[in-house]
């Protein structure tokens, strides 16, 4: 009785799932504008990263509204989403010591 029930879980993830696709678009664009080497070596991972978020956020909405997705899928969806996103945010340690260092 204390847990809200699942419908509204469902619509409150899809509401803050809408929204931050909306940042994130904000984000990728004023990046592409503002930042100049946005596709060099030391800052392509974030972007392909982010970008792979994005489209996976997009999939999940779109496949929800199509196929009506529910349960594991969306839950498959969000986590890859922000698995995305933490390894375009924190990943860059990781890749300059694995693909960048080694080839130099």
Not at 49 to 63: E, H, Q, R, V
Not at 66 to 85: D, M, N, P, Q
């Amino acid at each position: 009785p204390a847990l809200p029930p699942l419908l509204i879980v469902e619509q409150q993830l899809f509401f803050i799932v809408k929204a931050g696709i909306v940042l994130l678009t904000l984000l990728l664009i004023s990046g592409y504008l503002f930042i100049d080497e946005l596709f060099s070596v030391q800052n392509l991972h974030k972007a392909l990263f982010s970008l792979a978020a994005w489209i996976n956020y997009l999939l999940l909405i779109w496949g929800q509204k199509r196929w009506g997705w529910k349960g594991r899928t969306i839950v498959l969806f969000c986590l890859t989403g922000a698995l995305l996103l933490t390894l375009a945010y924190f990943g860059s340690r990781l890749f300059n010591e694995l693909l960048i260092a080694p080839t130099s």
